[in-house]
């Protein structure tokens, strides 16, 4: 079986692509399942079960459970750093005077008189 064969299939099967976005998996560990065992297998049961939570994703099913676990794999580092890049762009929007209040215009520069 060759890579073309393997990416066809995959193609196929969108729930192989969740369980690596998951986690569950790597296209490497999945592509040696392949290779190994064939397409007609019954290891990919686990990937294509129906109660599978990408399933509940797609009908609006999510439990609490779910929602808990997808907050656990936050990188919360990338989502500090997410807030301060807004809140830095946001006071720079305010020193140039975009979200002033007033209806009073800062001049662009100032004449200096001798």
Partial sequence: MSKETFKLFARNHKELATAVLQGKATWQQLYELYEIYGENHSIWNDYFNKSNITDNIVTGTNTIKDFVDSIKNLD?????????????????????????????????????EE
């Avoid at 890049?85 to 662009?108: A, F, M, V, Y």
């Fill in 76 to 112: 919360m580092d990338s989502v500090q750093q997410g807030i301060n890049n807004i809140q830095k762009t946001i006071g720079l929007l305010q020193d140039i005077g975009i979200t002033k209040t007033s209806n009073e215009t800062r001049p662009i520069y100032k004449r200096f």
